[in-house]
């Protein structure tokens, strides 16, 4: 079975063996239905002629009655063995109706004389239970007609009674007996397993099976009458019923003949059974021959897929086996084809990727070297532009002695202070710049240096800042060890925190806490140096950006704080020189804390490697302000 026409030949076998079953399938629902509906049907007429019946009974106990008041059975005193007799030669007998017969002449009316029949028919029942009948009794008058009917609350199965007349006479009441209801209805041929139930005009329950009386049947008798039919399925209890609601004639009651579901739709269920069965052969017949077919057409597609999956894994030029000449064999050869042209493919990708690399390292080497060109230009133009700012404070110091001329004394000195506070504000930037420029270009050697003399010193050239600004400043530092770098690069760095954290500390005796240790983690030991104020601190989204070149928060240009805008980037570019790092987070003092962690013992701690910090080239906001 190699070639397509065999492989097409199957798939028609599959597919008429699917057609069949489909057929089979619709053909067996079809009758399927027919049957349904002929048990339907039957169920309805057998529920007519048990409906005849018990219609035909109630209308002979009705006429027995007659007859009996006729030929005057119930004339004269109320005799018990008399009464009990004529209601045995009458229809006492019967299954499903009781006859009372009560005198009605109109010198001795119904309600004067109950005694005979309470002693008839309630001698083993409760006080209560004559009171109740009495008291039913009392209710039908002489004039009643055939179809008016009182509810009698008694215990046990007796529901309902009716006057029985006779011309213009009553001559009796006549009481439905609940509890022997099938044995009345067996000559309309009920279905097996059915039951019958009888209900008044208003839906209440008067007769029905020994083990279903007191049953609520009120939803079931709604929607079968609702049904054009009077046939439908209902539950009663916890079960399904097949049900067909029936009159009793001119009766003013109902039948309603219920069968289980399960044993009316038998013969459906074992034609469903059929049909499934039928359909589960068809069904695993078409399975084996999709299988087969599957197998045929797989075999090379696996074939296929492994070699796919072995060019995925970098295996180009895989070659694939598949013999025949159909189009399985032909996809084989273009993927054969395929993988060839990839792996050339691969080959010259690799040779270009090769030269790639090398032109990206030769670009690399190229924009480093005018990366170190730009750092000397800014080194050469803060140079410059301090050479006239020195000339430039000799001559306001000339102007100011020459100045001799008493009106415009003050003037000239208001003005040659705004002249000398411009002046040393771009000095300041101006070794900013160069501080900036200087820091990784690896020209001074390393030397020891004392962290704690370092930070005395800087703490001693900001007492007069501290002073003016009313700070006060707490050193909890604890070690500050010695390292190997550039002493004044760590002066500048440390200066430039402290001076910081004093500027932006609260203008109300605000406070400045400095903190140092020694740790150690699984990298090697680090020094840790913590500034803290109680300043307005820096937002989160501002703590990266205030180490760039001219940047600072919203709060700080709010205060109009004083600075350069160089200070923070100076501090990075000196940590990062030498493997540290820098951030800024809350202080619990209020403000921000600045921490500096800086290697001891590891390679990267070495001042001689270059720090290519892009941060100096930074113009994102285009804001050009303090660093913080």
Known sequence: MKSLRTKIALWFVILLLVTVGSLSWFSLR??????????????????????????????????????????????????????????????????????????TDPEEPV?????????????????????????????????????????????????????????????GLLAFQGAPVRPAIEAG????????????????????PDDREGADVSEALTVLASREDRTAIVVLGSTQYLATLFPLGSEPWRLMLATPRDEAFAAVDTLLTTAAGVAAVFLILAIAATGVLAHQITAPVR??????????????????????????????GAFN????????????????????????????AALLEKNAELEMFVYAVSHDLKTPLVSLDWLTEDLAASLKDPARRAEAEETLVRVRRNI???????????????????????????????????????????RAHGVELRRETTTLPEVQGDPSLFHRMLSNLVGNAIKYASDDEGLVVL???????????????????????????????????FVRSPEARARRVEGTGIGLAIVRKAVRRYGGTVDVTDAPEGGALFRVRMPLDRKTRDPNLLDHDTSMVDTRDGVTNDGR
């Open 30 to 103: 079809e009758t399927e239905s027919a049957l349904r509906d002929e048990i339907v049907e039957t169920h309805q007429a057998r529920a007519a002629g048990a409906a005849d019946a018990l219609a035909d009974l109630v209308a002979d106990a009705k006429a027995k009655t007659r007859a009996a008041a006729d030929d005057g059975v119930f004339a004269g005193p109320h005799n018990e063995t008399r009464m009990r007799a004529a209601l045995d030669e009458t229809v006492r007998e019967g299954p499903f109706i009781t006859a009372l017969f009560v005198p």
């Open 337 to 364: 084809a395929m993988s060839a042209k990839m792996h050339e493919d691969r080959i010259r990708l690799l040779r270009n990727q090769e030269t790639l690399e090398r032109t990206v390292e030769e670009r690399t």
């Open 111 to 171: 309600v004067e004389s109950p005694e005979g029949l309470l002693k008839i028919l309630f001698s083993d029942r409760p006080q209560a239970s004559k009171d109740s009948f009495v008291a039913s009794l009392r209710m039908l008058a002489p004039d009643l007609d055939d179809t008016h009917i009182a509810r009698w609350p008694l215990p046990g199965s007796w529901s309902t009674i009716t006057a029985v007349e006779s011309g213009d006479t009553t001559h």
């Open 515 to 549: 903190r140092s240790d020694v740790e150690t983690d699984i990298d090697g030991r680090w020094w840790r140096f913590d500034v803290a104020d109680d300043g307005p601190g820096v937002p989160p989204d501002m703590r990266e950006q205030v180490f760039h070149p």
């Open 303 to 332: 074939r296929l897929h492994d070699a796919s999956a072995r060019v995925t894994g970098g295996e180009y030029g895989t070659q694939v086996r598949v013999s025949g000449k159909d189009e399985l064999a032909e996809l084989a």
């Open 424 to 466: 040393d504000g771009m000095q300041s930037l101006v070794s900013d710049l160069l501080e900036l420029s200087r820091i990784g270009r690896g020209e001074d050697a390393p030397v020891r240096v004392d962290l704690a003399a370092v930070l005395d010193a800087v703490v001693a050239e900001l007492e007069p800042q501290r």
């Open 189 to 208: 041929r009920p279905p097996s397993g059915a039951q019958a139930f009888v209900a008044d005009g208003e839906g209440i329950l008067i007769g029905a």
